[in-house]
C-alpha cells in the first residue's frame, strides 16, 4: 500500500465489470445520466446485495423452527455472521448486535457499558456522528457522569491521539471514538489512540464508530482489543433497513436487553432477518472476488483483505486526481475561486472524502448548480445536526460541500466533475 501514495488504477477491464456489478453508477431511473458523488451518504447497491435480500424477504418461514426451509435460512444467517466477524477479524469471541441502524447498535452498546461499569466520565470527539456523540451524551447525562470531548486538528482532519489520552483517567467509563471522519475522511489512528488510552487505564472500554470507514479500508480486531464496534451496511454497498454491531466478550456478559431465557451472548431481540445477514454476505463475497483476482492465497481473511486494499488503491488514485487533477483538467487545488478545506497532503491518510467551497457562491447555491448539471454532491452546512459540531471545531464558518465518489467511479468521472466545477467557479 505504501508503494503508491498517490493510488492506482483498477485497469480499464476490472473497472467495466466492476461498475456492472452496481445499481445506477453512470445514471439513475430519475435523472438520467449523472454522477453521484453523495456516497458518504450512502454508497451505490451492489446487484447482488439488493438480489439476494429480495429472494430471502419473499420466503414466509420463521429461522427458528425445524424443518428445511427453516435450516437453509440458518444457515444463511450462519453464513452472514461469519462473513462479518471475517471482515472484523474477530474471530469466534463476542457477540453480533442486530438492529435496523448502526445507530440503533451504536446506542444499545453505549448504553449497555455506561450502565454496568463504575467511573465517572465519558470520553469522545468532536468529530463523531450525531449517531455516536449524542449516544455518549446521552448516557452521560442519563448516568450523571461528565463528558469529555477532544478536539480535532485542523490540519489534517481528524483527532490526534494525544488529545485523547490526555482527557482519560483511571475513572473514565468509556472512551467512544470513530474511525474515520465523515466530514474531512481524515482517518483516525484508531491503534495509536486505543494503545495511549490504554497506558492510562489498562482495562478501559473501548467503542468505534467504523460505518463511514468500512467501506474504504481493514478492520482488524486482532490488531486492536476493543469492546464494540457498529456497521451501516447501506454505506458499504448494501441495502437499508439494517445495521450491525459487534461487542466483546466482557461486554456480552453485561445485563441487556433481551428476552429472559436467552443465552446471555445474545443480543437479537427476538427473530434476526436473514436478509439482514444475506446482504453482508454478498459484500464479502463481492469485495473477496477483487481481492481474488490479485492473490492465489486460499484464506478467506486473507483474499478480503487482498480486495479492500485493491479499493483503497481505486480510492486513493481517485482522490489525487480529484485533488491534483491531470493534462486533461485542473485538479480543486489549482482552479480558481475553488477552496479545499483540511487538505492533508498525505493522501495515505484519508479515505474517499473531500470538504471543497467556492469563493465566488455559497454551498447551498453550489450544490444546485451541480444538481442542474446532474451532479449530486451533499452541502454539509452550520444549519445541520449533521455538521455544525465538526465545522466549529475547524472554524469553517460557511459550510462545505462534501464530495465522496466511490471506488466504482472511473478517472473519467472524475475528470467530467473537474470539467464542471470549473464552469461552477465561473458563475
Known amino acids: ?81 461469519d462473513a462479518f466477524r471475517i471482515i472484523l477479524n474477530a474471530g469466534n469471541k463476542g457477540s453480533i448486535v442486530t438492529s435496523l441502524t448502526a445507530s440503533q447498535a451504536m446506542f444499545k452498546i453505549v448504553g449497555t457499558i455506561a450502565e454496568s461499569v463504575k467511573g465517572d466520565n465519558i470520553v469522545t470527539s468532536v468529530l463523531e456522528h450525531p449517531s455516536a456523540f449524542d449516544a455518549a451524551r446521552y448516557f452521560a447525562e442519563k448516568t450523571g457522569r461528565e463528558l469529555r470531548v477532544a478536539k480535532s486538528n485542523p490540519l489534517n482532519g481528524k483527532v490526534d491521539p494525544r488529545e485523547v489520552a490526555k482527557l482519560i483517567d483511571e475513572n473514565t467509563v468509556l472512551l467512544s471514538i470513530m474511525y474515520a471522519s465523515n466530514l474531512t475522511g481524515g482517518i483516525f489512528d484508531i491503534e495509536e489512540i486505543v494503545k495511549e488510552a490504554r497506558k492510562i487505564k489498562k ?41 450491525l454491531g459487534y461487542v466483546s466478550d466482557r461486554v456480552s456478559k453485561f445485563r441487556h436487553e433481551k428476552l429472559i431465557h436467552r443465552e446471555d451472548e445474545v443480543w437479537a431481540l427476538g427473530t434476526p432477518v436473514p436478509s439482514q445477514f444475506a446482504v453482508i454476505k454478498a459484500i464479502f463475497d463481492y469485495v473477496s472476488w477483487i481481492g481474488s483476482k490479485f492473490t492465489d492465497s486460499k484464506d478467506k481473511r486473507e483474499i478480503f483483505v487482498e480486495g479492500m486494499n485493491r479499493i483503497k488503491l481505486q480510492e ?52 444546485k448548480e451541480y444538481e442542474k448539471r446532474k451532479v449530486i454532491v451533499a452541502p454539509r452546512l452550520e444549519s445541520s445536526m449533521y455538521s455544525k459540531r465538526m465545522l466549529e471545531s475547524f472554524d469553517i464558518k460557511d459550510g462545505v460541500l462534501r464530495v465522496s465518489p466511490l471506488h466504482c467511479n472511473s478517472s473519467d468521472d472524475i475528470d467530467r466533475f473537474l470539467e464542471i466545477t470549473k464552469e461552477i467557479a465561473k458563475i
Do not use: W
Open 203 to 243: 482495562d478501559l472500554y473501548i467503542v468505534i464508530d467504523a460505518v463511514q470507514h468500512a467501506p474504504h479500508g481493514i478492520i482488524d480486531l486482532q490488531k486492536y482489543n476493543i469492546d464494540g464496534i457498529n456497521f451501516g451496511m447501506y454505506k458499504f454497498y448494501g441495502t437499508r433497513g439494517s445495521g
Open 1 to 81: 500500500m505504501n508503494n503508491y501514495p498517490k493510488g492506482k488504477f483498477f485497469s480499464d477491464e476490472l473497472m467495466a465489470e466492476i461498475k456492472d456489478k452496481f445499481y445506477y453508477v453512470d445514471e439513475c431511473p430519475v435523472m438520467g445520466k449523472r454522477l453521484f458523488f453523495d456516497n458518504a451518504g450512502g454508497s451505490f447497491r451492489l446487484k447482488e446485495a439488493v438480489k439476494v435480500q429480495s429472494e430471502l424477504e419473499k420466503i414466509p418461514d420463521c429461522p427458528e423452527r425445524t424443518h428445511e426451509v427453516s435450516y437453509y435460512l440458518q444457515k444463511k444467517m450462519q453464513e452472514g455472521e
Open 316 to 367: 486513493r488514485a481517485l482522490l489525487n486526481r480529484l485533488l491534483n487533477g491531470s493534462e486533461k483538467v485542473k485538479g480543486l487545488r489549482n482552479q480558481e475561486n475553488v477552496k479545499v478545506f483540511v487538505d492533508s497532503k498525505d493522501l495515505t491518510t484519508r479515505d474517499l472524502i473531500i470538504a471543497m467551497g467556492f469563493t465566488n457562491i455559497n454551498c447551498a447555491t453550489a450544490a
